[in-house]
């Protein structure tokens, strides 16, 4: 089987960038992997499926989407709400008709007027706005011969968005960790927090919890890494919080070298958001690799997150207080950081094992490639083992395997 795969790849600045980097080896232990060079618009020749890995970034995925409209095939989707991809692509481009017609097909005549606002300046770009109440992924889910999601929410959002095609559950892989040196910015407690410093990553409740925890635990530090979006004022919230000269380090864009040391040097991997775009955290999975005590919101896929090895708080008026109990928690119970980190070891080589992933890719691929033949193949090979040790019809056991089936969907 010849997999084309459209993706951004380093040195480029994108998550997904990382994370074909990380995923790619072990693909092509399995699968013959051709990737495709940035901005080309077909698959090679003799290629039997192809790989489209669609995220929010315009820059990054629109020659992505470009080639998938040109040739169906597989769509990995690492953001549900594609709003600002699909602004990107139709505003962006000076296509202001493309971008209403796209709003109109998802949400009819108010979409469309919804769209005629933002153009004419009336209203916000909805795409910095409103987002999430306007995912526009059916802009790129109906070319989409299957989708791969990272969770159950991905994939109930593209049924409830009406997509009727294959839809996979594979989780984020999770990267080998090898030998480094810790980065220790401070010899108190380290609260670390990694990626795009804004407000919808909660960052204000962040700095209020942490001035909060501060006045009864002074040498809590705050670690922010990652550069700080346009509009979004830090240094004037941090100075109102008397976070600008203690209890604060401030890193903005770090590489990979980097990244790993600083978030091994932290106590507690702090991962907020709302809304949510849909998305799975590689910064959440590269801690849960290291063992670090996860502190996300209670959103999307971080609400899927066992509760062993992560504290999940509510967006919502007593998101602070929680935020600085949860800080208290982890500050005052070595205990409960050390259960934490061992749970998320074992969940990160349990679930988000390279190899396990790299697996579940090569069926999604071979099951697209050979559409129904291949799942009636899986299932008598069920069907058969199960005969084989002596499990009826009607046995408990018979019903378990059904139900584990119709996780995956297959079988009815």
Same mark, same amino acid.
């Given at each position: 089987m010849r997999a084309a795969y459209f993706s951004p790849m380093p040195p480029e600045r994108s998550g997904v960038a990382d994370y074909s980097a990380l995923l790619l080896p072990a693909l092509r232990e399995r699968v013959d992997v051709t990737v495709v060079k940035r901005g080309r618009k077909k698959a090679p020749r003799g290629t039997d499926v192809s790989l489209y890995h669609v995220g929010n970034n315009p820059d990054a995925h629109s020659w992505i989407v470009d080639a998938l409209r040109r040739e169906p095939g597989v769509v990995v989707l690492h953001d549900f709400v594609l709003h600002h991809l699909v602004a990107g692509m139709t505003v962006g481009r000076r296509d202001g008709h493309g971008y209403l017609d796209a709003m109109e097909r998802e949400y009819g005549?108010?979409?469309?007027?919804?769209?005629?606002?933002?153009?004419?300046?009336?209203?916000?770009?909805?795409?910095?706005?409103?987002?999430?109440?306007?995912?526009?992924?059916?802009?790129?889910?109906?070319?989409?011969?299957?989708v791969i999601g990272h969770s159950r929410t991905v994939a109930d959002l593209a049924r409830s968005s009406g997509f009727t095609g294959r839809v996979w559950v594979v989780p984020h892989p999770s990267w080998p960790v090898q030998e480094l040196a810790a980065v220790r910015v401070a010899p108190g407690l380290v609260l670390g927090c990694f990626g795009v410093v804004n407000a919808s990553k909660r960052v204000p409740e962040l700095l209020q919890a942490t001035a909060r925890v501060r006045e009864s635990h002074p040498d809590v530090t705050l670690l922010l890494v990652g550069p700080t979006s346009p509009g979004f004022d830090l240094e004037r919230r941090l100075q109102r /919080?008397?976070?600008? *000269? $203690?209890? @604060?380090? +401030?890193?903005?864009?770090?590489?990979? =070298?980097? #990244?790993w040391a600083l978030m091994a040097g932290a106590d507690v991997a702090v991962n907020l958001r709302h809304p949510t775009m849909g998305e799975t955290s590689g910064s959440v999975i590269r801690a849960l690799s290291?063992?670090?005590?996860?502190?996300?919101?209670?959103?999307?896929?971080?609400?899927?997150?066992?509760?062993?090895?992560?504290?999940?708080?509510?967006?919502?008026?007593?998101?602070?207080?929680?935020?600085?109990?949860?800080?208290?928690?982890?500050?005052?119970?070595?205990?409960?950081?050390?259960?934490?980190?061992?749970?998320?070891?074992? /969940?990160?080589?349990? *679930? $988000?094992? @390279?190899? +396990?992933?790299?697996?579940?890719?090569? =069926?999604? #691929?071979?099951?697209?490639?050979?559409?129904?033949a291949v799942g009636d193949a899986v299932l008598r090979e069920v069907s058969e083992a199960a005969a084989d040790v002596g499990?009826?019809?009607?046995?408990?056991?018979?019903?378990?395997?059904?139900?584990?089936?119709?996780?995956?969907?297959?079988?009815s």
């Open positions: 005549v108010v979409g469309r007027l919804l769209g005629h606002g933002v153009l004419d300046k009336r209203i916000p770009p909805l795409w910095e706005s409103r987002p999430a109440d306007f995912p526009l992924a059916s802009y790129v889910l109906e070319h989409a011969t299957g /919080l008397g976070l600008a *000269e $203690h209890g @604060l380090v +401030r890193e903005g864009w770090a590489d990979e =070298a980097r #990244l290291l063992g670090k005590p996860l502190v996300v919101s209670d959103v999307g896929w971080f609400s899927e997150l066992p509760d062993e090895v992560a504290l999940k708080i509510p967006p919502g008026d007593d998101e602070v207080e929680l935020l600085t109990a949860a800080f208290e928690l982890l500050v005052t119970r070595p205990d409960v950081r050390e259960t934490m980190s061992a749970a998320g070891l074992e /969940l990160a080589r349990r *679930e $988000h094992d @390279l190899g +396990r992933v790299a697996d579940l890719y090569a =069926a999604a #691929l071979e099951e697209a490639a050979g559409g129904a499990i009826s019809g009607n046995a408990v056991e018979a019903k378990e395997i059904a139900r584990r089936l119709a996780e995956v969907e297959l079988g």
